[in-house]
């Protein structure tokens, strides 16, 4: 069965771009098409035809491309005819390599795994450290050994209600553990932070990447500390309160301010990873919905970060379970992810969401060779 892309702009509004049907697909092969459909917004060939070059129909994979050749030169390109170069980008193959200092991640064979470390005495799934960096070191050793890729450390909270941590606080908390990470780990560390200058610090200090999880919008000096180091940020969506008229395509704006922020300040589209934000500025219902209609934020053509682990909308389907129960469902919802796209996923337990991620990358993306 092919997927359908619709790609739909409308005068003085962000593109829209849809994935039909809205679930995960196993790979169709070399055989495999996919269906392209666009409109333009009026006074940009308003007829809907795209100026000839992209009527309804069905593509093979090798025409993508070719079809894509066919648009106006890049600085030309109407806000329709830009979408839909991204997404013929997108669905002619996986997102570009993501340029660690010592490393490269390819995407499209597999799914990167990323482990969680809080120094921090109230993380919402227990298993903060405090602000020990002896424990965090452990911690992290740990989380290595069992197959994590990257280790995601954070210095506050960002529980449902949580108070935020000052500024010379969170320091207190990231730096020590950094510094006694530095070195002794063999993969990439990322610091979770909104605060530019606890992401400044942290990079002077040997850090790899950030993690923000208000996607360069909260603090506005962010963007320029992770021009200035030249390394990868992960964007995450996130807005104070819950209301959407459309949640899907506000979710996809929020994601592209940021891709605009960070081309604003001069970091490399290929250092941007992009994080729906499931759990954050959204309540049960909406967060499945996200989670259902992953396929389409694949169409934004940037690697994408998932982070389900131990939340709540799982505690919640499962009766309330609390969160030491939440193992399994958690693997759902990362096989879930992976099957739909995802490029990295945030985990507490990487030995065994390492095992799923393993299984799910065979069905969904093929054999290891």
Not at 297 to 319: A, E, H
Request: charged fraction near 25%; hydrophobic fraction near 40%.
């Amino acid at each position: 069965m092919a997927q359908t892309a619709h790609v739909e702009a409308e005068a003085e509004r962000a593109p829209r771009l849809r994935l039909e049907p809205p679930y995960p697909e196993l790979p169709a092969g070399p055989a495999g098409r996919v269906r392209l459909r666009w409109r333009a917004p009026a006074g940009e060939g308003g007829d809907g035809a795209g100026a000839g070059l992209a009527a309804p129909g069905e593509l093979f994979e090798g025409q993508i491309a070719a079809l894509e050749r066919g648009l106006p030169r890049p600085e030309l390109r109407s806000p329709a005819e830009r979408a839909l170069a991204v997404a013929l980008r997108a669905l002619s193959g996986p997102p570009g390599p993501l340029r660690f200092r010592d490393l490269t991640w390819e995407f499209g064979r597999r799914t990167y795994t990323m482990g969680v470390v809080n120094v921090t005495p109230d993380s919402f799934s227990g298993d903060g450290v405090g602000d020990d960096p002896g424990s965090a070191l452990e911690r992290a050793r740990q989380l290595v050994s069992e197959g994590a890729d990257a280790i995601d450390l954070g210095g506050e909270s960002t529980r449902p209600g949580h108070r935020p941590v000052a500024l010379e606080q969170e320091l207190r908390r990231v730096l020590p553990a950094l510094e006694r990470m530095r070195g002794r780990l063999s993969v990439p560390i990322f610091i979770d932070t909104s605060k530019a200058e606890v992401a400044r610090r942290a990079l002077e200090l040997g850090a790899d990447a950030i993690n923000d999880v208000w996607g360069l919008r909260r603090d506005p000096a962010m963007a320029g500390v992770v021009a200035a180091a030249g390394v990868p940020v992960v964007c995450m969506h996130n807005q104070e309160g819950h209301q959407y008229r459309d949640l899907m395509a506000e979710l996809e704006r929020g994601l592209r301010r940021s891709l605009e922020l960070a081309a604003a300040a001069g970091i490399p589209e290929s250092d941007v990873v992009l994080d729906p934000g499931i759990g954050f500025g959204k309540v049960r219902g909406q967060n499945f919905e996200v989670l259902r209609r992953l396929p389409e934020l694949r169409l934004l053509g940037r690697p994408l970060l998932l982070g389900t682990s131990r939340k709540s909308l799982i505690g919640w389907l499962l009766d309330d379970r609390p969160v030491e129960g939440r193992l399994l469902g958690t693997a759902a919802t990362v096989a879930w992810s992976v099957a739909a796209g995802a490029d990295v996923v945030r985990v507490h337990d990487v030995a065994a969401i390492r095992d799923v991620v393993r299984v799910t990358d065979a069905l969904a993306r093929g054999l290891p060779s």
